[in-house]
């Protein structure tokens, strides 16, 4: 309706554009929540950090339903014994600053599961003059590393414990790996008790062989606790998955109560046929949606068009941000 009026009532053509861009980013928006609220986290799946990609998101959330985990990767992810994190290629680091005491150790006191669970702490070494702010996370530890196939999908999942809030910095626990790095780090705050988070990350080509590393780091003033860190490999099994559905970003209202629920596009204008233009089918993607993402060309070579990347004009979400090196 808004292009219609274009050439004869220019002012009217632009609200109605206008009003038409606020429905669909509504619309966008009630899926990127929905979206979320599927994962668990913003960072859990990577797809669900771009707008660009939230098509593919939920592609990839209902091709997952249709996977088997495969055998553990990962030595030592009981958090049993220290000595068999210390012989498995755990590794634990604490920066060097002496107003501040850190503790990593393997306690036997509420574990997730099994009989013990790991334990990171910092404190202050005198109470009363504990830092503001902490600008590097004071102790952390890294797993040992894992040979993932390149292509395949993986699940990096831990049950994690933070009874108290961290002082000294936001972030909390950071739990991060090698794959998506600090960026897509998940953030875990005080929580009342154990809860189970997960990483989806697809091994890019250009990171075959290299090894994968999980990283827990605190990142203030006090304790957390971490067990079950488990990586596996999520193999399809073939058939289709079933669609995901979008539910309702607000929940059913109590009976009887005004529905508050988000807005959606028939609440602003009523619907009504509009004809497609010709449009070439989309090409087949192979492998994990999500993965093959590229720029839309829909009116041919156009100058405003973003310039095509490094990797042949495609837009991954699943591949490491490498920086480069600088020219001499």
């Known amino acids: 309706a808004g292009e219609a009026l274009v050439g004869t009532d220019p002012p009217r053509g632009v609200g109605l554009l206008r009003k038409a861009s606020a429905i669909a980013g509504q619309f966008e ?28 998101a939920w592609q990839f959330i209902a091709a997952r339903m249709t996977t088997a985990p495969g055998t553990e990767m990962l030595d030592g992810g009981d958090m049993e014994r220290l000595e068999a994190l210390a012989g498995g290629g755990w590794r634990h680091f604490a920066r060097t600053d002496p107003d501040i005491l850190t503790t990593v150790e393997v306690i036997h006191t509420q574990p997730a599961s099994g009989r013990g669970c790991l334990r990171l702490a910092a404190r202050p070494k005198v109470a009363n003059e504990a830092p503001v ?3 590097t996370p004071p102790v952390w530890i890294t797993s040992p590393p894992v040979a993932a196939p390149a292509g395949k999908l993986l699940e990096i999942s831990a049950k ?5 809030a961290i002082a000294g910095s936001v972030d909390g626990l950071l739990v991060f790996d090698s794959l998506g790095g600090p960026a897509l780090a998940e953030r875990i705050g005080k929580s009342p008790s154990w809860r189970r988070m997960v990483l989806y990350r697809i091994v890019p080509p250009e990171s075959a062989g290299e090894p994968v590393v ?17 990586i596996r490999v999520l193999e399809r099994s073939g058939s289709a ?7 309702s970003s607000q929940g059913q209202p109590p009976q009887g109560s005004p529905t508050t629920s988000f807005p959606g596009p028939t609440d602003l204008v ?5 004809p497609l233009p010709n449009m070439p089918p989309p ?16 009116f041919g070579t156009n ?26």
């Open 133 to 135: 702010v902490l600008e």
């Open 29 to 56: 928006r009630r899926v990127w929540e929905n979206a979320v609220k599927a994962e668990g986290s913003m960072v859990a799946n990577p797809l669900v950090a771009s707008d660009a990609a939230l098509g593919e």
């Open 270 to 274: 009523q619907p009504r046929p509009v």
């Open 160 to 164: 994690v414990w933070v009874p108290s």
């Open 283 to 298: 090409p087949s993607a192979t492998g994990w949606p999500g993965t093959n993402l590229a720029w839309p060309s829909l």
């Open 214 to 230: 999980v990283t827990f780091a605190l990142s203030g003033l006090g304790e957390a606790r971490i067990d079950d860190v488990s």
């Open 303 to 328: 100058p405003n068009e973003p310039p095509p990347s490094v990797g042949g004009s495609t837009i991954d979400p699943f591949k490491r941000a490498r920086s480069q090196a600088p020219t001499p």
């Open 241 to 247: 998955g079933t669609p995901a559905t979008l539910v």
